[in-house]
């Protein structure tokens, strides 16, 4: 009597065709990572689910964890005050639960579980109903793609022709070709030398005197490159110089967005940009990259308003990426509420995920702008830099801190601009900071103080700053 009520009671959780959905409600995954923040609430996703089926969450790591059904707003505040326990606090268990048809909102509420990002929804389907696809929507980029192998770059070595400053990546070869029955030569000097035409302070000599040559210059480090001929005259008279800015080079980065709530589809070009630091602390912002390109038709790919989207994209190596900016120039409908950036080429580079802030828009330009800058974990900014300027605003259309100002600045074709309110209208003055964070979700810039080891925010419009 007792087995067939238990194959009874067991009847009644499952049916034949019901799923059973595993979630690990705890920091530690199944490979052995113990992870938080964005990453773990990214990892956990949400879940839609067929009227039959069923959801076990499981912990046992040894920390204490709960599971609470909370409202809308308690679930984004991790407000676990006035919710429903489902699950009490413990340091294991395993248990299915039984939600009604609909859209639930749950939470660990033990301690600041649901803040380090323990936090999931899950939507019961209608009986009848199926739980849509969840594959990411995914392109590639040919292997061949010239910016990623590197490209020759032809110089016309020419007697009397002016030669206009160039910029190359570190992946490309320089090759310089002259076949006039002009004795020509080619050496690398210092900035001052070739301002000088000086042809004795040389650095390097690259090719002795020839009437014909083809020359192919590889592996320039990152800065400018200064060339000129070694031949009497033929820099200060002929125009035989030619300065180079190397800049890095192209990788494939893989690039996943996942929509708001608010976000709806979209079939217009998005653009993105990433600003980071190399290994010595100069800091990059990548030129626009067209993020939903389709390598394959060579059009532009829809981007879904529901579920996650990932395009593989060729974009400047900026090494260490802290912050990413997405632009549309026909929508402000589109809606980012996270992004996840992965290098493609570099297996030994973590993957980031970063918060985005809402879109702004209504600039001369039109340009809604979309910035993430909250990462997963902590990102150090490099050194400020101390010898640029306050005026100077190339440098590779950088992102800049200026001392003794501690002015904070976005360089780009456009022009100069610190927070996406003030745009190119001005400057953002900020208490002397340590640690560059970057854009909100609110819009502003955030920095961290070197005074006060606070979080300092610039408001209206960049020109005044506050503490918290």
């Known amino acids: 009597m007792k087995a067939t ?3 009874a009671l067991m009847l009644v959780g499952f049916t034949a065709a019901s799923t059973v959905h595993k979630v690990l409600w705890q920091y530690t995954r199944e490979d052995g990572r113990a992870i938080s923040g964005p990453e773990l609430r990214e990892e956990l996703g949400d879940l839609i689910i067929a009227f039959d089926d069923v959801v076990e969450f499981t912990w046992g ?14 679930f984004d505040s991790c407000d676990a005050s006035a919710g429903t326990t489902l699950l009490s606090t413990s340091g294991a268990t395993s248990q299915n639960i039984t939600l009604t048809v609909g859209k639930h909102y749950l939470i660990d509420g033990f301690s600041s579980n ?54 190359v990546t570190t992946s490309d070869t320089l090759q310089f070709t002259w076949d006039e029955g002009v004795t020509h030569s080619l050496r690398i000097v210092s900035a001052e030398a070739y301002e000088a035409c000086d042809l004795n302070s040389f650095i390097t ?37 030619l300065k180079v800015n ?10 996943t967005v996942w929509p708001t709530d608010v976000s709806e589809s979209l079939i217009d070009e998005v653009s993105v940009s990433f600003v980071g630091f190399d290994e010595e602390s100069r800091i990059w912002t990548s030129p626009n ?14 981007i879904d308003s529901i579920e996650p989207t990932t395009f593989d994209v060729v974009t400047r190596d ?17 809606s980012i509420l996270r992004t996840k950036i992965q290098s493609v080429q570099f297996e030994d580079r973590q993957s980031k995920t970063f918060e985005c802030s809402r879109a702004e828009g209504g600039d001369d330009t039109g340009v809604y702008a979309i910035n993430c800058i909250v990462p997963s974990e902590g990102v150090i900014a490099p050194t400020p830099n101390t010898t640029t300027n306050q005026t100077d605003c190339q440098c590779f259309r950088q992102m800049l801190v200026h001392t003794p ?11 100069c601009f610190a927070t996406v309110d003030d745009g190119t209208a001005g400057w953002s003055s900020l208490a002397a900071i340590s640690q560059v964070l970057g854009t909100g979700r609110d819009s502003k810039l955030y920095a961290i103080s070197s005074t006060s080891n606070t979080t300092v925010s610039s408001t209206d419009g960049g020109m005044a700053t506050f503490f918290s």
Request: overall charge negative; glycine content about 6%.
């Open 5 to 7: 009520l238990l194959i």
């Open 61 to 74: 790591e040894g920390y204490l964890h709960s599971l609470m059904e909370v409202s809308q707003s308690a």
């Open 114 to 167: 649901c803040v380090n990002g323990i936090k999931t929804t899950i939507t019961r389907l209608n009986e009848g109903e199926q739980p849509p696809t969840k594959a990411l929507t995914t392109t590639t980029v040919p292997i061949d793609d010239d910016r990623l192998q590197g490209e020759v770059v032809d110089v016309a070595w020419l007697y009397g022709t002016t030669k206009p400053d160039m910029e």
């Open 205 to 241: 000599i690259v090719s002795g005197p020839s009437t014909s040559n083809v020359v192919n210059v590889t592996d320039l480090d990152i800065g400018y490159t200064y060339f000129i001929s070694g031949e009497i005259t033929h820099c200060s008279s002929a125009n035989m110089k």
């Open 246 to 255: 190397v800049v890095p080079a192209f990788i494939r980065q893989r690039i």
């Open 289 to 302: 990259a067209v993020f939903n390109y389709d390598h394959i038709s060579g059009g532009v790919a829809s």
């Open 318 to 334: 900026v090494t260490n990426i802290i912050a990413v900016r997405f632009t549309s120039t026909t929508s402000s409908t589109f």
């Open 405 to 415: 100002e501690q002015r904070v600045i976005s360089c780009s074709s456009d022009g």
